[in-house]
């Protein structure tokens, strides 16, 4: 086979695996026919063949002598159900995560250790050595390039690609809308701190990503916790609720693809979001980092997109497509800009400029679109594999999410499961998992765990998800024998 008709039959099976993880294609459907998918596909015999064979390779499509290719069925149906409903408490937190989480980083750094807990996006999938490569030869052709500090906003050709970006968001924001960042994290940081004095209360959702109750927990800020669903996201009659009751300063939460449900709010409900809080005059600090990351494909809008007020700063970063060491992100602040330019100053003084210039330069490349359905096509087979292994290997009852972009499962287990305890038990047979009360400023989610599906599943990943669900069926055992004693 030719090397274009090899890359082609691997975008065909991608193709099928994103429409079967999206629901699309379900379990006993069956494929078109090989005559069929040559022709709409305008592709070979031999490449359409070649695509099946990868899906029965990958476990997502059985042959029927006879009959063509099924998506396959599963020996026990998939948990469905969407991890039970946090109850709603309208007294602000102290925030306390910075201990379990320092545990759950350094189990990442250890690379001898199975990653189900981490964030951190496999190199191979990324185009980072074409990255890189750019890096040492704008290195090389400007020699005097990084010699200075490229102050707020940052750097003009980057913020000219984000603008030009905003387009496929939906949305349309100028250059000069943008401020360049390190990482979504400064971005956030420099949003909190631009919205916020310390012993504010801001709305966070619950569960959500470790990282931004950190920070909350670091600004010496309080955290009002709503609740966020699979389905819907984060709950808007509880926060008009919390609107009337309480003082609120912002509202941090990440309306496309949340971590770690991968929830996406509908355009109504990120409109109403965005209307509701400019009616109360509440900045909202939106978290777009997975907004690239649909496992069906589609971009969706921002909550930036429904901003008419310059209430909406929206938080971005390359962390999860392209190189998360480069540390670029950015933010759009709204009518915050002046305020976040000084502190952007206090706080870093400036991103760094090589950095940005090879992102930058990627950007105009033109491959980044493609190396995002190669992504997303991954991490739709990915996300569908896993829980196949989870749902094959955990204590009955165990209810994992079906997340709508990026590539994490919320794993909800029985309640005789302590997550802090698996973690523990799990780290001791070389698997890092991150346990649910680390997404919670309460402490909510005992039972939970986090799998980030980030390494390629296979034999290892396999094994390792069928340990820890062992070693969640024995807490349950065990507690069921203390019960009877
Ligand atoms: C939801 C979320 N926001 C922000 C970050 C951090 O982004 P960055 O690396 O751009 O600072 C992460 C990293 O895992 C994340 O999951």
Known sequence: M???????????????????????????????????????????????????????????????????????????????KTPARPRLSLSPQRVSVSASVSALLESMRDPSVVPLGGGVVDPELLPIRALNRTLASLARELGTAGATYDMAPGLPSLRRQLARRSLSWGLSLGEDEFV????????????????????????????????????????????????????????????????????????????????????????????????????????????????????DGSRPRPAKAFDKDGLVLLCGSVSKTLAAGY??????????????????????????????????????????DRHLRSLRAHFAVQ?????????????????????????????????????????????????AIAPGPIFSARGAFPSTIRVSCILRFGPRVEEALATVGDLASRQIERGRRLDVA
């Open 327 to 368: 540390r670029v992100g950015w933010l759009s602040p709204g009518r915050f800009a002046e305020r976040v330019e000084r502190l952007k100053f206090s706080m870093t003084l400036a991103t760094p400029t090589l950095t940005q210039m090879a992102v930058a330069e990627y950007l105009q490349s033109g491959g980044y």
């Open 180 to 295: 360049t960042t390190v990482g979504a994290m400064e971005a956030m940081h420099l949003a909190l701190r631009a919205t916020t004095r310390p012993g504010d209360t801001v709305v966070v959702a619950t569960p959500t990503y470790f990282g931004l109750l950190q920070l909350v927990e670091e600004l010496n800020l309080r955290a009002l916790e709503i609740p966020s669903y699979e389905r819907t996201g984060l709950d808007l009659d509880a926060l008009d609720r919390a609107l009337s009751q309480a003082r609120i300063a912002a509202v941090l939460c990440m309306p496309t693809f949340d971590n770690p449900l991968g929830a996406l709010m509908s355009e109504a409900n990120k409109e109403r979001l965005v209307r509701t809080l400019a009616k109360h005059e509440v900045p909202l600090i939106e978290d777009d980092v997975y907004g690239e990351l649909a496992l």
């Open 383 to 431: 996300v569908h594999r896993y829980r196949e292994a989870v749902a094959q290997a955990f204590p009955a009852g165990t209810r994992i999410s079906e997340p709508l972009g990026g590539y994490v499962l919320w794993v909800e287990m029985p309640r005789g499961v302590s997550a802090f305890e698996l973690q523990a038990e799990a780290l001791d047979r070389g698997i």
């Open 2 to 80: 030719a090397l274009d008709e090899s890359l082609l039959y691997e975008r065909v099976a991608a193709d099928i695996a994103a429409l079967i993880a999206a629901g699309a294609l379900r379990p006993g459907d069956r494929l078109p026919s090989v005559r069929k998918l040559c022709r709409d596909r305008t592709v070979s015999v031999a490449t359409v063949l070649a695509a099946y064979r990868k899906l029965e390779g990958d476990g997502l499509v059985e042959p029927r002598a006879k009959s063509g290719h099924f998506v396959r069925r599963f020996e026990r149906p998939l948990p469905k």
